[in-house]
């Protein structure tokens, strides 16, 4: 691993080492940038990994203070990951490519009340090949001619309901875990631990592929506990480099040629709002005033189902397997936009708490008590941007650090109300058709995918980013995160976050030979 001096500024500062900096990082470091990566969380290895949701939650979770207002949960509003490797930890691995008209939002769906609906300013034809290039990268199976992973039980029962009432789009999903063994990591043994952080690494995550490949180039350097907590700019407003807490708590300067911030949608609305300055009064890159507006989740929303016979929904890989049909944009269902229904398990203790809210008593242990007849579904759906949901700083909490904490607003928007009640609905019915004999529904999981933050917009009023995830205001200031996503749609964010940092960093890369950064 290269080792760089705080006073370098030939090297790139990516801060966070998730599925955007990561990746990001390697792909810079291949072409021979220099990269300094600051990553908030410890590294672990594979064998600090085991096979206990709990344990690792502690572990991998960001668990610093946070507030949640509207429909959020107060002090946990939003899952992620503070660990080299980011959210790739405790992801599931689903991998779907979005779809063309969502990719067009603000035409598909026309003026929406309450919603800011833009079209994305770059098109399927633009990142069709880097999904390609992301897909082999992560090496997703079912696509090019990777085999898709086995069905679990719980798969099975998804599938077999769903054909039942009339389903057709049905299969183990394109799945970023290895189906056959493939990059020096085996394949998938189905060991049902995914969201653990999978302790064989058949999963991918950037903590054991992009990050020591990056190091292997002599071009990388990553520090872990090192929290950014400001970006600086010089006269003219160039960002000269970052401040950061390092592992033994001492506050640091970091030089750089240029800043990518990746620290997930909420932290990097927080960090970009945090380094406000004379010049930049409202934070980095905001004359829009568009930092931390629009913030997307995707619904998600669960029917947990008593089956005649056993299921054993634990075993085998936790997600791999969807039903596409609802993903369809079509008015006649009553709402625009359309979700994705997918198989879930969950750990009894999660169970106990959260199938029933405020249950309690014999029917509800009854069913716990037939864990193993228990089938999950997850239905997931498209999130409108909405101005007023948004990442602000609170004016009066500080974390550990000295840092505002983030402030995360969301409620649902009228279309959402719509389209989780036929989501619930047909979850239901795709476990009724099988002979459910109960159905539960699990409405308030804390968001997963967080979007939005600083998007890429055509005009620079709209949002924050170019089409490469410039910020429109600072030429050497980058957005390498979910935060770029100009509307949601309905697939998974992922894939498309790897796919956008190979594309950023082609264009860093030929920044940098302009001599423009
Ligand atoms: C349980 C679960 C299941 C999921 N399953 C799927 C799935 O199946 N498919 C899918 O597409 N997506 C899934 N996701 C979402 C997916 O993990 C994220 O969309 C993705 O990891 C986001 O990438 P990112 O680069 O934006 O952020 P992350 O991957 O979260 O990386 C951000 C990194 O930045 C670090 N950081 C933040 N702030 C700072 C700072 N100030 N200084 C230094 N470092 C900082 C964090 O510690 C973190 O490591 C899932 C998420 C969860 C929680
Ligand atoms: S089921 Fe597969 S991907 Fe999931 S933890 Fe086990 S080996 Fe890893």
Redesign the pocket.
Known sequence: MAHFDLTDSSAVVV?????????LSNELAQKGVKVVC????PRLSLADIVNNEGTMFKKM??LDPRKGTGQLHPQFP???????????????????RLQEHELMAQTTYGEVADTSFIDWPLGMQELSSFYAKAEDKMGVAGTNGRPFLPGNNNYKVMAAGARKIGYQDVDTQH??INSTVRDNRPSCQQIGF??SGCAIGAKWS?LYTEVPKAEATGNFELRAE????RIHHDAHGRVTGVD?YDKGGVLRHQKARAVC?????I??A??LLNSHSDLFPGGLANSSNQVGRNYMTHFTICVISLMPKPVNFHRGTQ?AGVVRDEMRHDLSRGFWGGYSINPVPFPPEFLAAHMQHGGWGEELTASLQQYDHLAGLMMMGEDPPQATNRITLDPEVTDQRG?PIPVVHYSDHPNTTKMKAHALRQGKAIHSALGATKSYEITSL?A????GTARMSERVNDGVCNKWGQTHDIKNLFV????LFSTSGS???????VAL?IRQAEFIKSEIEKGNI
């Open positions: 801060i966070g080492s998730g599925a955007g900096g990561g990746t600051l990553e908030a969380g979770s960001w939003s899952w992620s990951c503070k660990t080299v490797g980011g959210t790739t930890m405790h992801w599931e691995g689903q991998c779907p799945m970023a995914c969201n950037t090192s929290m950014v907590v950061y911030v990746a620290g997930n949608a932290e990097t927080r960090l997600m840092m804390p997963t995918h967080n979007l390498s995160d979910g935060s697939a998974n964010p992922t894939l498309t976050i940092a």
